[in-house]
């Protein structure tokens, strides 16, 4: 049985593939503006009374690192943001650009190895594939972050996936334990692999706590989520749940409960940067689309017509846009609708959680535990090891293992 948690000793790394993308960028901001007291811990559930009592790791204490594969810095991404959206404060970034400076000398170069041709376009060529063997760029991307811990005298780190969405891998009997993995990675079979399974790997073989952030198949295989019990570590995926999905999560329920059959459900999604230039792809938007989609029939138990479209609007930035469409009977078969449309911007949505789920991951592993965080399920489109899809009886995982938490 886990143990209760004791307070949290020292500090805490977080380790971010993808460090310099709009969302880490934002999260990184963030955290270093509410640990100096100069925002407000708007959208942290672990600075609400929820967490009252329970010894997570203080935001001052958290230091970050990680792997990127674009050029430029923290401040620049920060900069950029800015000028395209206005979610991060100019005068503010003034104020922390010194720590973020200091965040950026401890980001190292990311792996591109099978990474999709999108991704790639994205990418300088000289940093859009790796001639290093499969093997060798793990023991690179592990070294990195050992070295990061000991540099800054680092006893606990949680390694966070927030690369862009990758295509779908073909998964195969070389993905189901960790003995074929390894020889598919000791004979250098690349397109076997993601980067996320090269990242996800590392920090198994580490025994980190893992987040896997986005809907990428390639990252909590088999052989990998068996590795992170083997050696002790907690982890969690995938696919932050923070938009459109949210809602539909929050609402389906509302038509079991009232017994109205919800007919058709019919979603449409505008959005910018480069998640917009990513998701453009067919192979990366089928990945995202298919974890969009699975979850109303889950929730509601039958059958019915659901779409869910994907478009990319240069002009939206980080800025995106949902109009969804709900048709459903009731009374005396009568057809009624439903419509509602979100706005919101994708890493102001998506900071807050991530840091959340990286103190939680952080208590999970001080309370002895390993394998899925089931209770993190409310903070994922297609949470791991967790049938339930319903908001409310995700939210209730939450709470009660809080409670337990506390003791």
């Not at 790997?201 to 990428?216: K, M, N, R, V, Y």
């Not at 749940?241 to 058709?264: C, I, W």
Request: glycine fraction near 8%.
């Amino acid at each position: 049985m886990p143990s209760q948690a004791k307070p949290a000793p020292g500090k805490l790394g977080v380790w971010i593939f993808g460090a310099r993308g709009g969302l880490a960028t934002t999260l990184i901001v963030g955290a270093k503006s509410i640990a100096r007291g100069l925002s407000d811990p708007q959208g942290l559930l672990t600075e609400t009374e929820l967490c009252d009592g329970v010894p997570l790791a203080p935001m001052d204490k958290l230091v970050f690192g990680g792997h990127e594969v674009r050029k430029g810095t923290l401040a620049e991404s920060a900069e950029e943001i800015y000028e395209q959206t206005g979610t991060i404060p100019y005068p503010l970034l003034e104020k922390i650009r010194a720590s973020l400076k200091s965040v950026d000398a401890e980001i190292e170069q990311g792996c591109m190895v099978n990474a999709g041709r999108t991704i790639q376009k994205l990418v300088p060529k000289s940093k859009a594939a790796s001639t290093k063997p499969l093997r060798a760029e793990v023991d690179r991307i592990r070294r990195d972050i050992q070295s990061f811990m000991k540099r800054k005298k680092l006893s606990r780190c949680v390694c966070v996936n927030l690369t862009s969405t990758e295509p779908q891998l073909k998964l195969n009997g070389n993905h189901g334990t960790i003995e074929k993995l390894r020889k598919t990675i000791d004979a250098d079979r690349r397109t076997a692999v993601r980067p996320s399974t090269v990242y996800a790997l590392a920090a198994a073989e580490l025994g980190l706590p893992f987040i896997h952030f986005t809907p990428s198949n390639a990252a909590l295989i088999p052989a990998i989520t068996t590795l992170f019990e083997e050696n002790g570590a907690p982890f969690m995926g995938s696919d932050g749940k923070t938009g459109e999905t949210l809602v539909k999560s929050a609402l389906a329920p509302m038509f079991k409960y009232r017994n109205l059959q919800v007919l058709s459900w019919q979603g449409y999604n505008i959005l910018g940067d480069r998640d917009g230039v990513v998701l453009a792809d067919a192979e990366n938007k089928r990945t995202k689309v298919e974890s969009k989609d699975a979850l109303l029939t889950k929730i509601l138990g039958y059958p019915l017509h659901t779409h869910v479209g994907i478009d990319y609007v240069p002009s939206l930035n980080d800025l995106k846009t949902a109009w969804d469409f709900v048709h459903f009977k009731g009374f005396l078969d009568y057809k009624m609708s439903m419509q509602f449309t979100w706005q919101g911007c994708d890493a102001i949505l998506a900071a807050p959680i991530v840091i959340d789920m990286v103190r939680l991951a952080d208590l999970a592993a001080r309370r002895g535990e390993s394998g899925p965080l089931r209770h993190l399920s409310c903070f994922f489109k297609k949470p791991l090891d967790v049938d339930a899809h319903d908001l409310h009886l995700q939210w209730h995982l939450l709470t009660d293992y809080m409670r337990r938490a506390r003791g």
